[in-house]
């Protein structure tokens, strides 16, 4: 089972769409064949972007079904506390808590549509790659 952090940008996709690679992930997470990391400012990020209603308006997904594929994306996944900082490290100061979370929680890799950002880091964790939805789903099959 591939070990990924998912980036906000990939399950705000998911739900703003029923078809596509965003939502293929988000099944595959569902089924067991991809076990989500998670920590406590990535699940606040999940949280903050899942309730800005404005951004759903044109949503398939209601907001009580948001909060219940947020819920099931949770059980399935690994909550992992992060104890040490790789900091400065990232342009965006916003984007360190997904290597750190990557690290802390031995992912294999953080599934982002935001690669130009988290290939620019100042440090390198070789174990780790920054994969789009399609190339996870490429590998997965």
Not at 41 to 54: Q, T
Not at 99 to 109: K, N, Q, R
Not at 134 to 139: A, K, P, R, V, Y
């Amino acid at each position: 089972m591939i070990r990924a952090v998912i980036d906000t940008n990939v399950l705000t996709g998911a739900m703003l769409s029923n078809v596509g690679s965003n939502r293929r992930v988000l099944i595959a997470c569902l089924q067991h064949r991809i076990r989500p990391i998670v920590g406590q400012a990535l699940f606040a990020e999940y949280e903050d972007v899942l309730s800005r209603a404005k951004l759903f308006e044109r949503c398939p997904v209601s907001a009580t079904e948001r909060t219940d594929l947020l819920e099931s994306l949770l059980s399935v996944g690994e909550w992992v506390k992060i104890y040490y900082s790789w900091r400065p490290n990232l342009p965006d100061e916003g984007d360190n808590h997904l290597i750190e979370l990557a690290v802390a929680g031995a992912a294999d890799c953080i599934v982002t549509h935001n690669h130009r950002h988290l290939n620019r880091s100042e440090l390198r964790f070789p174990g780790i790659r920054i994969l789009s939805p399609d190339e996870l789903m490429e590998e997965l099959q």
